[in-house]
């Protein structure tokens, strides 16, 4: 039922063993993953996933690829986790089917469409909702399984507590990051690949900007930072302790990033939690009492893993996971906000593991020598990976394989804690610049550790994954016996035997024979864990019927491991022809403004704006500013924040209670209050909807015209197109088509705005202008100072903060859809937004005036775009639209 929301606490002692799935960009690695002890893998077809760069799957190998799997008692998930356009929705439908075919454990998805088109056309195909659809709270959990989502993967930036509360709150089953990189913006809602190089991180190309140096301008003035050049580079997830946190509050799945890393790490990671989650596992368990069971157990089973301890995950797992990749390590956002902490900022790129710190610098027979201390619980090898940090961005850090190492003058192999050795890294080690260097005490870290690695991969090898199986066999004198074979996975088959079981004349069947010859598995992916005999204790058969017997077991259970999902006849365009017909009235049109604060709001009203929406950083100054505003008949909507975690509805409600006469929906989980009919600013969620126009924002990325009528559908007036639309699929989206109707009429269009590059948790400003770990202790920097980042091309792109303390980062030059009015207008587009940050009173009537001639005279908007164009300091760019005329 729509908006039903069971309460339910989470139970420790009612709390299951979580899954543990891991990243597979290529065969080897999706091995690796299984043979290391992963319940399931995910990974990405080509096309239509947020790891382009992965080598990925093709649908030809896509059912060998899930036999394998099965076979092997795992899952397997595939990632159709981008935004698509209106031109791939038959590629994607076809791509849906494969999976279906193949008989894929659950897909992946980002956009509402892709989720749509599953849930018709292959109905019994579980969907998992990405973490690129940015669920922060139960209301957005709740809407993706309105979608048919069966389990969500929550955005990364949750903490524990928030997890909790989720929990707390639906059944739907979520799913974690626990391990790798971590983005510094919101997943779904980055911009900054798309806005500089049109290649969108919501269609997964990202570019990755975050690991790129900047630098910090405080109120128009240069404030260095010294050596911390990478401002916006997070430090990787590692939260192998929290592991015990998890189970407890019931999460059904714990993912492992990292599709672009190689089998070693994909290895070493899948390890470390697999020893994390059932160490947790055993500790929380009930201590198990005397078995009565009459099935024997058959030995010491390798299926299933060693008897977890009740400690920890061990430190040497960690160490191995970490050497593999890591820019430093953390629990992230699981164990709170920390602005302090989650961004060190002096490296964007994998170190591995410190150490020890560099004491001095030797100049021995023409070669430079490094003085390393080793530190603490570590060890360097000959052979090993050797970096010494640098200044900022770098600058002079000299890294190198170490040739020759020397322990108080002797000749070593490996340095042991507390040893101060001398390494020689090659010729090219500059003697003059460590000579400078050396006296810093600067951190050395050992990049690489091939001893390491190889023991890993060997490792791999020598433990292929083995599915436990309980037999049965049983029979009568006389009569052909049945061997039964069942896994824990729920695949079962019966063999019945080529001859009759006959009377024994001098040795009958024993247990330990029949537990030989039926447990001879071999290289099969199986291993005998259980036997149940319902023999005659005086019967015997030919051995060689029995090894028959088995065989034709093994044989029966790759067989069950195929799988297929039915599809249904139902096509991409029997959605959309659905939904066109349930379309609302349209709104009215008009050019409305975002502002930033009163001052911009007002101006815009000067210069002829139908209406603004006001999106301030103190709801106090909204509340005033909206009846300054009201009290001049101007048409007035407000703007929560794009992120809603749990315990932030406070927001929505004060909004709410102000009675604007708009709202911009900017998140699912409003989207999803909006559809269920929340009415009350008492309510304990959402807005009121009595008065305000609900306009869909830019945020709920609409690329294509499944998705806008899903959204159109839930009770928004209008939507926003997508950012990541170039001006053709912009067009093409809106103007409809002979068989589709034109949702121009629906559509409110950006035509100017400096593009929300990162929309983050993290706060820079507090980071770089405080000691505090979050808004209770950092004393808000943000309402006492203006602050930029400066990029290696010397633009300063502004930092702004939100209500909710996260930060934006916009774009330093505004992006124009000027030359596109025509089209738009042509194509029946009645509504238009303008979108400011800093701009002054001067600026935002300038800059309305232009737009306003432009839509009432579209013949003439090519002058628009000069005249922003000639604007000194504030030149327009066509960005992701890449107009070509």
């Known amino acids: 039922m729509v908006g039903h929301e069971p309460d339910r606490g989470v139970d420790a002692g009612a709390a299951r063993k979580p899954e543990l799935l891991a990243p597979a960009g290529d065969r080897e690695c999706l091995e690796a993953a299984v043979r290391s002890g992963a319940d399931a893998v995910y990974f990405g077809l080509q096309g239509f996933n947020a790891r382009a760069r992965a080598t990925n799957f093709d649908v030809e190998s896509l059912s060998e690829t899930m036999r394998w ?40 998805v980002q956009d509402i469409a892709v989720a749509r088109l599953a849930q018709a056309i292959a109905p019994d195909l579980p969907v998992h909702a990405s973490t690129q659809m940015t669920c922060t709270d139960a209301a957005s959990v709740q809407f993706a399984r309105e979608l048919g989502a069966s389990r969500v993967i929550v955005a990364r930036e949750l903490s524990l507590r928030d997890i909790e509360a989720i ?66 580079s997070p430090e990787d997830l590692e939260s192998s302790a929290l592991v015990p946190e998890l189970v407890r509050l019931g999460v059904a799945s714990l993912k492992i990033e990292g599709r672009l890393k190689g089998p070693e790490y994909v290895s070493a990671t899948t390890k470390l939690y697999r020893a994390a989650i059932d160490a947790a596992c055993a500790a929380q368990a009930p201590e198990a009492g005397d078995s009565n069971s ?3 157990s058959i030995g010491h089973n390798p299926g299933q893993r060693q008897t977890a301890t009740r400690e920890a995950a061990s430190e040497t797992l960690r160490q191995e996971a970490l050497q593999t990749f890591s820019r430093g390590s953390g629990p992230g956002f699981l164990a709170g906000v920390n602005h302090q902490r989650l961004v060190e900022a002096r490296s964007c790129d994998h170190r591995g593991l410190q150490v020890g710190k560099l004491v001095g610098v030797q100049a021995v027979r023409g070669k430079t020598l490094l003085m390393v201390e080793i530190d603490a619980q570590c060890t360097l090898c000959k052979g090993d990976g050797l ?14 394989r170490v040739w020759t190492m020397t322990v108080a003058g002797e000749s070593v192999d490996v340095a042991n804690c507390g040893d101060v050795a001398s390494i020689w890294l090659g010729p090219e080690a500059s003697v003059e610049l460590l000579t400078k260097l050396a006296s810093t ?17 060997a490792e791999i090898q020598a433990a292929p994954r083995r599915v436990p199986l309980r037999m049965r066999i049983e029979g009568k004198c006389g009569e052909p016996f049945v061997v039964e074979a069942a896994t824990s996975d729920n695949r079962s088959v019966r063999v019945v035997s080529d001859c009759a079981l006959q009377q024994a004349q001098n040795a009958p069947l024993t247990r330990s024979v029949l537990v030989d010859k039926l447990g001879q598995l071999g290289d099969t992916p199986y291993v005998l864990e259980h036997l149940d005999v319902a023999l005659p204790s005086d019967v015997m058969v030919p051995l060689s019927s029995l090894k028959r017997a088995r065989r034709q077991l093994v044989e029966a259970l790759g067989h069950a491991s195929a799988r297929e999902h039915g599809c249904a006849g139902v096509s991409y365009t029997d959605l959309s022809h659905a939904a066109s017909a349930l379309l609302p009235p349209a709104p009215p049109g008009g050019l409305f403004v975002v502002c930033r604060n009163a001052d911009q709001a007002h101006a815009a009203i000067d210069a002829g704006a139908d209406g603004v929406y006001l999106d301030f950083l103190e709801l106090t100054g909204t509340g005033d500013a909206l009846r300054q505003l009201r009290a001049r008949n101007a048409l007035v909507g407000v703007a929560p924040p794009r992120i809603r975690k749990p315990g932030e509805e406070k927001i929505d409600r004060y909004l709410a209670s102000l009675q604007p006469d708009a709202v911009l929906v900017r998140s699912l989980g409003a989207l999803h209050e909006l559809a269920a009919g929340v009415t009350s600013a008492t309510s304990d969620t959402g ?30 007036a209008a939507f926003t197109p997508s950012l990541d639309l170039d001006s053709a699929q912009l067009v093409a989206l809106l103007a409809g088509s002979a068989e589709a109707p034109s949702l121009a009429a629906w559509a409110e269009v950006i035509v100017h705005h400096p593009m929300a590059l990162f929309y983050m948790e993290h706060c820079v400003i507090a980071a770089l202008l405080s000691d505090g770990a979050d808004y209770r202790t950092c004393g808000r920097p943000c309402e006492k100072h203006r602050v930029s980042l400066r990029d290696r091309a010397g633009l300063d792109h502004p930092v702004e903060a939100d209500v909710g303390c996260r930060n934006t980062v916009f774009h330093a030059r505004p992006q124009s859809a000027a030359q596109v009015i025509p089209e738009l207008v042509a194509s029946g587009v009645r509504r238009f937004r303008i979108e400011l940050v800093r701009e002054e009173p001067a600026d935002v009537k300038r800059v309305v005036e232009i737009y306003r001639r432009a839509i009432q005279a579209p013949e003439r908007a090519h002058e628009a775009w000069r005249e922003l164009r000639a604007e000194t300091g504030y030149g327009v760019v066509r960005g992701s639209l890449r107009v070509v005329r």
Not at 72 to 97: C, K, M
Not at 172 to 194: K, M, N, P
């Open 687 to 716: 807005m009121m909807r009595d008065r305000a126009l609900a306009i869909g924002d830019f945020s709920l990325n609409v690329s294509n015209r499944i998705t806008a009528l899903e959204v159109l559908g839930r009770g928004v």
């Open 441 to 457: 005490g600067l951190r050395v870290f050992r990049t690489s550790h091939p001893s390491g690695a190889k023991k890993i991969l």
């Open 387 to 400: 970096l010494v940090e640098g200044g900022f961005a770098g600058a002079g850090e000299v890294g190198g």
């Open 167 to 232: 929990r707390q709150k639906t059944d739907v089953d979520v799913e974690v990051f626990v391990h790798g990189a971590l983005c510094i913006s919101y997943s779904g809602q980055c911009l900054t690949s798309e806005a500089i190089g049109g290649r969108s991180a919501n269609r997964g190309a990202c570019a990755q900007a975050c690991r790129l140096p900047y630098e910090l301008v405080v109120d128009g003035e240069l404030r260095p930072q010294q050596d911390r050049a990478y401002l916006l």
């Open 294 to 296: 009459a099935s024997e």
């Open 69 to 108: 799997l099965h076979t092997h008692g795992a899952r397997g998930y595939v990632t159709l986790n981008t935004l698509v356009f209106d031109s791939e929705l038959p590629s994607v439908e076809a791509a849906i089917r494969a999976c279906a075919r193949a008989g894929v454990d659950a897909i992946i």
